[in-house]
């Protein structure tokens, strides 16, 4: 039941953009998305709820298509800091409380 | 800020052994996770858990069991390590139908 992500992996120059897909075969109720850091625990970064929710944290937001059951991550002018491995994480309905994630999208930001 | 302590960073065992890794939260969240994270297969979900005594399986459960006595606290058991469960083990935890989870700095398990 995990979500599938794509690309498995990307590189960038400051200042390039990026996107980041997750798609899942089962209905959903909310995406997650976090970011974790080498050797570091992942940290949180959106929820959406609703399908065609969008959020945004920096230059870095999120959409969510309920009904073709995807969610983007959006990365504009990326810094250095974005690098590191980004992952969705899916709630499926009528499922409780289970949180699934997918295999990782591993991003580097080049000066 | 939340603290999610998990007792072991690096742990080495040989076949066969019993094994615990525990995590401990203090903010009296009620779902706990564990997860296990390999190089391109991400955080697997092995179980987790909603209430007190309350368990559900997740994706790759077989080989593994928990225990949740009190709420704060969750237990994952290898009963029998195997090699092919070495792997980074992070326990999280959220307040509520899945909100943000908190992750503990996670145990990594060599099974020799």
């Known amino acids: 039941q995990q979500p599938v992500q794509s690309p498995q992996a990307v590189i960038l120059r400051e200042g390039e953009d990026a996107v980041i897909n997750c798609s899942s075969s089962?209905?959903?109720?909310?995406v997650h998305w976090y970011r974790q850091k080498h050797g570091e625990a992942p940290v949180f970064l959106m929820i959406?709820?609703?399908?065609?929710e969008q959020k945004g944290h920096d230059k870095i937001s999120a959409s969510f298509n309920e009904k073709k059951q995807q969610s983007s991550l959006y990365l504009t002018a990326s810094q250095l800091s974005y690098s590191g491995t980004y992952f969705c994480?899916?709630?499926?309905?009528?499922?409780?409380?289970?949180?699934?994630f997918g295999g990782g999208t591993r991003l580097m930001v080049k000066p | 800020d939340v603290k999610v302590t998990q007792s072991s960073r690096y742990l080495v065992k040989r076949t066969g052994e019993k094994v615990f890794l525990e995590c401990v939260q203090d903010?009296?969240?009620?779902?706990m996770f564990w997860y296990r994270q390999d190089p391109g297969l991400g955080l697997r979900l092995i179980y987790f858990?909603?209430?007190?005594?309350?368990?559900e399986k997740g994706d790759i459960p077989e080989g593994y069991s928990v225990s949740r006595e009190k709420k704060e606290r969750f237990s994952l058991i290898l009963e029998s390590a195997s090699t092919n469960q070495t792997s980074m083990y992070l326990c999280?935890?959220?307040?509520?139908?899945?909100?943000?989870?908190?992750f503990g700095e996670g145990s990594r398990l060599t099974v020799l």
């Open positions: 858990s909603y209430d007190v005594k309350m368990k």
């Open positions: 999280a935890t959220t307040y509520g139908p899945p909100g943000e989870l908190f």
């Open positions: 994480g899916t709630e499926i309905r009528n499922a409780g409380n289970m949180l699934t």
């Open positions: 089962k209905a959903l109720y909310s």
């Open positions: 959406l709820l609703k399908g065609g």
């Open positions: 903010m009296d969240h009620e779902n």
